[in-house]
């Protein structure tokens, strides 16, 4: 107002005095309009005003959220307690019902609307959850705000955070939980000493570092599911596959990384084979799966599907940075003649015959180049077994 009444003075009693008439008094009149607006402005927001700012550092300093509105919800006052978890401002509207439909509400909302919307002067609580960066539990609290004619003008919310409070019980709960549950140690100590022997079984049969079976369990189990797969007439297969210079990897890197190799490196197989597929760790680095039910062509599939999973495996074995790649040599015996129904007689001698067959066709695979498959041809004959190799790779088996 000041620069607007001085840059009209100085627009028409200078620049254009030669044509118009002078009229003073611009800029003083610019001046007491001035002074006018700022005793307007101090008047209306009480800046000088003690009582207003001791109630306004009263009501910022209570812990409770306290918010005041008028007979029409509009909102008059809100502290800073309040507008920590709230955004709310002076001036906006508050629906009560749009508010508790954004909150959780412990118990019925509708008893707390009906006391709202009561002219007496009576307390309605509840308890509410605001769920914001966590969840804080609130008593909320409403109480009207009635003239000396006792008419209903506002009302006055309080918000009082009994967070803590409700930890501390669900602390308290939990701990009588814990005291309900040693009531019944005695059965559950039971069916923990019933689980450790199942897990004592396990452990029996279980490699503890690759968490594969054993070659204990191997044996137990293809002796029966061999005599089961010759009365039938079922074909099945073996695959033997050793990882190629372990030995430097343990010599470079240490033993600890070569466990991890071993063990990636059997998760790797496990995630490529069915899921009656049966993998074994059969000692060292050289592992042994059973399958069930499988020719040789899909036998020869599922193989190099273990190889191109196990190289595609790549591995950190140096300070988070240097990776290494794992290949592996894999030798297949697969049985579908079963012209020699004499070996159910002694079929411990004919494991250990598909073993050794299955093991010189690994053996092949590394005298070839390593990273490939070979086969093994199988023949039984009543005075003993034969066997030879034969080799498969495709064009992508070896790097």
């Given at each position: 107002m000041l620069f607007?009444?001085?840059?009209?003075?100085?627009?028409?009693?200078?620049?254009?005095?030669?044509?118009?008439?002078?009229i003073p008094g611009l800029t003083s009149l610019g001046i007491f309009l001035s002074d006018l607006f700022f005793v307007y402005v101090i008047k209306k927001y009480n800046v000088f005003d003690l009582?207003?700012?001791a109630h306004e550092d009263v009501i910022n300093t209570i812990p409770y959220g306290i918010l005041v509105?008028?007979?029409?919800?509009?909102?008059v006052e809100v502290n800073k307690a309040l507008q920590s978890f709230i955004d709310l401002h002076v001036g906006d509207h508050f629906d009560m019902e749009a508010f508790l439909g954004s909150v959780r509400v412990e118990g019925s909302s509708k008893r707390f609307l009906d006391h709202y919307k009561q002219k007496e002067n009576t307390l309605s609580p509840m308890e509410i959850i605001v769920e914001r960066d966590s969840a804080r539990h609130f008593i909320l609290q409403a109480s009207p705000i009635v003239d000396s004619y006792r008419m209903q003008i506002g009302h006055i919310l309080t918000f009082q955070d009994v967070s803590q409070e409700r930890y501390l019980v669900k602390e308290m709960n939990r701990q009588n939980e814990i005291l309900q549950e040693r009531n019944h140690s005695l059965d559950r100590i039971r069916h923990e000493l019933s689980q450790a022997n199942r897990q004592l079984e396990e452990l029996v049969l279980t490699d503890s570092l690759t968490n594969c079976y054993n070659r204990r369990y191997l044996t137990?189990?293809?002796?029966?599911?061999?005599?089961?797969?010759?009365?039938?007439?079922?074909p099945f297969s073996l695959i033997l596959f050793d990882i190629d210079f372990f030995k430097a990897i343990n010599d470079r890197y240490g033993h600890v990384k070569g466990d991890e190799v071993l063990y990636r490196t059997a998760q790797a197989v496990k995630q490529s084979i069915r899921s009656t597929d049966i993998l074994t760790r059969y000692g060292g680095e050289e592992f042994m799966i059973y399958l069930p039910h499988t020719e040789r062509q899909l036998a020869k599939q599922l193989a190099e599907r273990v190889r191109l999973s196990v190289e595609s495996n790549h591995i950190v074995v140096e300070h988070e940075i240097e990776q290494v790649s794992i290949t592996i040599s894999i030798g297949i015996l697969s049985i579908e003649d079963f012209d020699h129904e004499?070996?159910?007689?002694?079929?411990?001698e004919y494991l250990i015959q598909l073993f050794a067959a299955v093991d010189k066709a690994l053996y092949q695979a590394k005298q070839n180049g390593r990273n490939r498959i070979e086969f093994a041809e199988f023949q039984s004959k009543k005075e003993g077994y034969s066997y030879h190799t034969r080799n498969y790779r495709n064009s992508y088996s070896r790097k």
């Open positions: 607007a009444f001085a840059g009209s003075d100085a627009l028409l009693n200078v620049v254009l005095s030669e044509w118009l008439p002078i009582v207003y700012i509105l008028d007979e029409n919800e509009s909102i137990q189990h293809l002796t029966h599911e061999v005599i089961t797969n010759i009365h039938y007439k079922t004499h070996v159910l007689d002694n079929p411990e």
